[in-house]
């Protein structure tokens, strides 16, 4: 089976290369034969690639230990599902969920457009068939899944215990749709580029796929600081880990993207900003992939030793190059079709807004790369990590929160004094009270202060947009307020959708600042009966106890939880040793409230019997994770304006 | 011109207030949590010595536990640290010799992303007020010039109302006649 696994994934590159060929022949020639050859060429890379993932699911499913893979990954005693998702515990299975991904948006593409007749849509598709050459021919002759053992050992070598958790179940494939999709919006800005096409049609169904994807990787990054809450165990839930910055740099540029092109809808400006933003979106999310899977984070060593880091940078490379040129080279196709009429417009704030999207990307990008680069030139490591990025990024995503309430409020070509002074007294004075109201709370840091302003600022600005709206539409409503705001969002899901996000962000930010500024944390080994004070609450050990599970045993504390004097619950910290791996994983006992979380660590277990306890308070984390879902709602509104749209298009 | 000038001052105030970026406020955390907030465990693990519980990161927590208690100051013990453990547990470089890229850089690509922004809607501004001063050759439209030449836009807006009445005034006049 491994060698069909291998010939598909050899053709699937040879159809790759022809998908190309056929198409940019036919785009030379206008034949529609290439065309539609390299149409069908993409669709079979697609089912090759579902071909080669069911014959490694079947080895990982069926334990088949002759298949490096998943003797690498995989053991005798690990469940089911977890051996259906080790799929992308490795290197190999990762770019092959890559490609599988990747060959989906191709054929989803393609079948979108089945019935356009127009070969700028081929264009497209070979701009991804380019991307599908280079992954495809990874996987056949650098990174094969499908290497055999000449001597298969009796059993598994396991899955990494920190994967081993419900979450790592969904998170990479939807971080990966995420990821993945980015190739559609740059392949759209190719495309245009190639054939030098004018027009405004196109950015439409541009800004639609990039909402897509930033959907997805939104949520694919939530997804994954949920798990690092749950299973790492640190406390915190963002530790602006490199492969956490990784998946975040594409998410901020393809923010500042998804703002500015509607600067290009509305007013035929910024195209060059615009194209440069989807191709740097793209490079940032193929070089998250290579951050994550070339050993470069590790030392520049590794990364020199690593079988694909050099592969990726050059493929990086090329296509910032390409990128560069056509950009370069149409410059003429992306001239502004409008001026400017005021620096104090809406235009101009998406603008400052796209500045500080863009600089947190690149802060970000510079923090996660520094120690390779310091390694490289002074040859000692060191390390650039949370405090660091804390101290850097935050004033300029307070900065950004500030612009998110300015810029809806501003009107488009030139906002008059008279509307600044309508839109922002009101916002500006409610800020100010909410900030004057948590200084006896205890919110007195500068930038505490600043994001409680910027809450409220950007929240009263959000619905006095609302209000507007509804006082606009009072002479064609009647109802109850609550219908009347459905109705409203209705009306303009992308504008109420954006909204809605910009809620939900506030929202996420106010969880951060909550559970970053005001955490609180105690720690101590406790004998039985013995109890550690932690703000309002006493943690008291009632026991320790060892079981066993399928393939793991765990110590768990028995620890009492008692808030201002009374009985709360009893909770149950737990370190897991994989029998496998033989390394400890915590297993942290949360006591959830919609205003804080109480969070145990078992630390060990000492020989004198005492169990090491670590506990925290960490306020308002539930609002990250409901500003997450807000985000995603006002997402999935601003997605379906299209769809009603499409409806009423085939309608017609 | 005043509102313009806000919103450059906004880039400089949040440019400031990087630079200067002190640690975020540590409500309620010990002077110890204070110190290992900011240290990295050079173990395999990585984590933030504050929230770590391997072995190396307990152990550098009961270093600076013990070094608050022996009335050491802040510098004192994460300098003792370092020289156990190497630059590498420092969570944020110290700023200095190459380190000061990774510190100045974001800073200044952010002041000069506002400051080339700036220019540039300035550009767009001025140009299209080029444009209309060619066509409008001091007609109706000149007004708009004198808004986009710097005038306030309350002086942009009285000088709109003024022309709008004293050409009503005209036309009342012309159909009186």
Known sequence: MSELGRLSLLLAFACSIFAVGSIAWGLRTGLSGPLRGGRRAVWTVCGLTVLAVIILERALLARDMSYRYVAEHTSRDLPLHYAFTSLWAGQEGSLLLWLLILSAYGSAFLFAYRKRLDPFYDAVAMVIACVMIFFTGLLSFVSSPFRILATPPPDGMGLNPLLQDPGMMIHPPILYTGYVGFVVPFGFAMAVLLLNRSGTRWIEEVRRWTLFCWGFLGVGILLGARWAYIELGWGGYWGWDPVENASLMPWLVGTGFLHSVMIEQRRGMLKTWNITLIALTFLLSMFGTFLTRSGVLTSVHSFAESNIGPWFLGFILIAATAATALILYRKALLESENRMEAVVSREGSFLFNNVLFVALAFATFLGTTFPVLSEAVTGTKISVSAPFFNRVNVPIALTLLLLTGAGPVLSWKRATASVLKRNFILPAFLGLVAALVALPFGATGIYTLVCIFGAAFVVTTIVMEFARGIQARKSAETGALPGQVVRLVEKNKRRYGGYIVHSGMVVLFLGVLGSSVFQKEAHGPLRNGESLKLGPYALTLRGVTDHQKQNASLTTAIVDVQRDGKFLATEHPSKAFYSKSQQPMTEVALHSTPMEDLYLILGGVNEDGSASIQAYINPLVSFVWVGGLIMVLGTLIALSDKMRLRREEKSA | ?177
């Open chain 2, 1 to 177: 011109m005043r509102l313009l000038r806000a919103f450059i001052a906004l880039g400089l105030v949040a440019t400031a207030m990087a630079a200067f970026a002190a640690p975020l406020p540590a409500k309620g955390k010990d002077p110890a949590q204070e110190i290992t907030s900011q240290l990295i465990c050079p173990c395999s693990c990585g984590e933030v010595v504050s929230g770590c519980i391997c072995e190396t990161g307990m152990s550098m927590k009961a270093t600076v536990e013990n070094g608050i208690k022996a009335g050491k100051s802040k510098k004192e013990i994460v300098g003792a640290l370092v020289s156990q453990y190497g630059e590498v547990i420092r969570g944020a470089p110290k700023p200095e010799g190459f380190n000061l890229i990774v510190w100045i850089a974001p800073f200044a690509a952010t002041l000069l992303g506002f400051t080339i922004a700036w220019l540039f809607l300035r550009r767009l501004v001025r140009r299209r007020g080029e444009r209309v001063t060619a066509a409008a050759h001091g007609d109706v439209r000149q007004e708009t010039v004198a808004f986009l030449s710097g005038r306030s836009l309350e002086e942009d807006r009285d000088s709109l109302r003024a022309r709008a009445e004293a050409e009503l005034r005209q036309m009342k006049q012309g159909r009186e006649a």
